[in-house]
């Protein structure tokens, strides 16, 4: 026969499941979060998201009741665990101030796992290795924690340490969950440094566990710090049984010096009384008195040694030693015989008040109360959580990233334009973008021609007649005469066609003139063209130089004048001139040999060999100096805009290559936080029909004995017994 739950239970996972796997599957699909910084936020609370549904899931898929355990450091909550599991489960707890939630259910061995923020999983062999590396992150933790706090950042572990442990999973064999089909949830100690622990339970099992236990010792029933918590607790869950913690073994001193059994273990009731007049804030009071919540005074120690020695007898097994039952402050559990014949008896069937407080949790659990709140919070987790996956997808994050792809896009398009007239530039001929240059070049040349020889002849004829007033020989007329005064003439002229050639550089494309096409194409390539030539107008004419013509006259050429002498010894024209000048024209010649020997003839042909170096080989020197300043001048420009083409295309394509894949991981996001956005609206309209199938309204949930309060601040409804 099918039961309302397993009804509801089968038809609710036919619907989660298909929504758990879509949402598996697509953040699965998601690209690295480094790589899709806009949605980093959206991504981590997906995560959480899944991480929750999956604790629903594995409740609502197993009919599991949870049982979470809430209370301050050493209040006896691992106590009660041993008690409420029918196993010594103390030493698997975690550590007092560890954030972590800890699962401990039946199994045939023992299991212990951990799963971090990530969602990764690690196995342990035992409890030694899990409380080993438990002991090692809560280090690190620690580190994390005050490295956030130093940068002023909120810490979040999922972003500062997601390595962390999230919850540990523990299966031993316990007689007593073996039955129950329970789950017990031990929560770290309250209270602790690392805050974000407790919000994060409370997210984890705001709607998930249907009702809670918060167990106090006696001694802290009066301190409001304990109940700032546990008024949070009120919010959370539709049930909350407060367990105080009783030591009935405590004595007081009589005024004889002998001592008498405390009120609080001969008469607890009175304290919890006392604390209901005195110390309950309103708000713990009226859920007292709506049902919502109840007080047991329970002596842990004694429940919890009882449990476990009923349990070690029907398996006919040897005693639990005392020593082994440790309390949280680390006392030796007492056995009921050691509580003393005149302890006495406390609230409940056999002195330690644990029966009631059992009886009473049990028959919540059996009740239709707890049916309809287990239905009803289980569809009210789920559109919470199908409402918030549903919100990350939507949010300004999402927006960011739509706006990430399309400035992507826009980028790319115009990237791309650029990358295309680069190579169009690539197919250019810029040797004809410096016609005019040349043309130029070529004017120049001609108006030094015309202007003719500069300085006049006389410079030379004053050096020829200086020379002749002078004993130098005829190679000092050309070495240190006739030459230098050739090269200065040279240089001058050299330099007129440097400066003039750099005046018509001086524009904007260093002596290029580009098309419009050109210019065009420049433009949409945002190519800085004249950045790409000044170098070449500033280095104009630096490695370029210009050729010095070299005067050489054969002194064979020149006339000599013969004596009447040189007649009648037979001497030629020759020897008279090689006896005047030497062999190799480094012979000194006196004046008077000079005045006698050379005539205006001979003056006349040095000066004509002057005038043709002067008239044709210096002009020629100066057009092949010319052509090679605006050829060299041409090539480097042509090579510069080359280069300048090339830097650019590959600076664009390593540009592009990167954002195109950068484009498809925005929009393999995008698709995939679409895909979410769809599943999470159509899982909100089964869950809707979900709701009408079970009349799980509102209102119906009221009729049924159950109210609903709107509690201000988290914006959410929590279940009210009326």
């Not at 580009?514 to 170098?535: K, M, N, R, Y």
């Amino acid at each position: 026969m099918k039961t309302n739950m397993q009804t509801f239970c089968q038809e609710f996972s036919k619907e989660l499941e298909p929504f758990g796997e879509e949402l598996r599957k697509a953040l699965s699909e998601l690209p690295p979060r480094e790589d899709v910084r806009q949605i980093d936020s959206t991504v981590l609370g997906l995560q959480e998201v899944q991480q929750r549904l999956s604790t629903l899931r594995e409740k609502v898929s197993n009919q599991r009741t949870f049982l979470l355990i809430f209370g301050p450091l050493k209040s006896g909550k691992s106590t009660l665990m041993n008690a409420l599991s029918g196993a010594y489960v103390s030493e698997v707890s975690s550590l007092p101030a560890y954030p972590a939630l800890v699962y401990v259910r039946n199994g045939e061995r023992q299991r212990f796992e951990a799963t971090d923020y990530e969602g990764g999983k690690r196995e342990f062999s035992d409890n030694v290795a899990l409380t080993e590396a438990v002991q090692t992150d809560h280090a690190q933790l620690a580190d994390a924690i005050v490295a956030a706090e130093k940068s002023g950042e909120d810490f979040d572990p999922q972003r500062h340490h997601p390595g962390a442990i999230r919850r540990m999973d523990i299966e031993i064999p316990a007689a007593h969950l073996a039955e129950s089909g329970s789950v017990l949830v031990d929560t770290p100690g309250l209270y602790s440094h690392m805050r974000f622990g407790y919000d994060q339970m409370t997210r984890d099992f705001r709607d998930t566990a249907a009702c809670a236990i918060f167990v106090v010792k006696t001694d802290n029933l009066f301190f409001e710090k304990v109940f700032e918590e546990f008024e949070d607790l009120l919010s959370c869950f539709s049930r909350i049984f407060l367990v105080a913690n009783i030591d009935s073994s405590k004595k007081d001193l009589r005024p004889d010096g002998t001592l008498e059994p405390s009120l609080e273990s001969s008469d607890p009731q009175q304290i919890i009384d006392s604390f209901r007049s005195l110390s309950m804030s309103a708000t713990l009071r009226g859920a007292i008195e709506d049902g919502r919540l109840q007080i047991y005074p329970i002596d842990l120690q004694k429940a919890a040694s009882r449990t476990l020695r009923e349990i070690a007898a029907d398996a006919e097994s040897e005693a639990v030693p005392e020593t082994e039952l440790e309390t949280e402050s680390g006392a030796e559990l007492y056995a009921e015989s050691e509580a003393g014949a005149e302890d006495p008896p406390v609230t409940g069937q056999r002195g330690d008040g644990f029966d009631e407080f059992v009886t009473d949790l049990t028959g919540y659990l059996n009740s239709s109360d707890y049916l309809h709140d287990f239905m009803y919070d289980t569809l009210r987790l789920a559109q919470d959580l199908t409402a918030e996956a549903g919100d990350l997808v939507t949010k300004e994050a999402v927006a960011e990233l739509n706006r990430s792809i399309q400035h992507a896009r826009e980028e790319l398009e115009r990237e791309r334009t650029r990358l295309s007239a680069l190579e169009k530039l690539e197919q250019q001929d810029w040797d004809e973008a410096f016609t005019k240059l040349r043309a130029a070049k070529d004017r120049l040349l001609e108006e030094l021609t015309e202007q003719g020889a500069e300085p006049s002849d006389d410079v030379f004829q004053e050096q020829i007649a200086a020379w002749m007033e002078t004993d130098e020989s005829w190679n000092d007329l050309l070495k240190q005469r006739l030459n230098p005064q050739l090269e200065q003439e040279s240089e001058r002229r050299s330099q007129r066609v440097l400066k003039d050639l750099r005046t018509q550089l001086e524009g904007r494309h260093a002596g290029a003139e580009f098309s419009q096409t050109q210019l065009a194409i420049f433009q949409d390539a945002a190519l800085p063209v004249e950045e790409a030539l000044a170098a070449c107008r500033q280095h104009f004419g630096t490695k370029t130089k210009a050729g010095t013509p070299h005067l050489v006259v054969d002194n064979e050429a020149i006339p000599v004048s013969r004596t009447l002498g040189d007649y009648l010894l037979l001497r030629s024209r020759g020897r008279v001139r090689q006896e005047i000048f030497g062999d190799d024209g480094n012979r000194r010649v006196p004046v008077s040999v000079k005045q006698k020997r050379l005539s205006d003839e001979s003056l006349s042909k040095v000066q004509a060999a002057v005038r043709a170096t002067v008239d044709q080989d210096m002009p020629e020197r100066q057009r092949r100096y010319a052509d090679e300043l605006v050829d060299a001048h041409v090539r480097q420009c042509t090579e510069a805009l080359r280069q300048a083409i090339s830097q650019r295309k590959n600076r664009l394509q390593e540009w592009i290559v990167p954002t195109e894949s950068a484009l498809q991981r925005f929009q393999q996001a995008r698709e995939v936080l679409e895909r979410i956005e769809s599943s999470s609206a159509r899982f909100e309209r089964e869950l809707s029909q979900l709701q009408e199938q079970f009349d799980l309204t509102p209102e119906s949930v009221t009729e049924s004995g159950v109210a609903l309060q709107s509690e201000t601040g988290n914006g959410e409804e929590v279940l009210q017994d009326n």
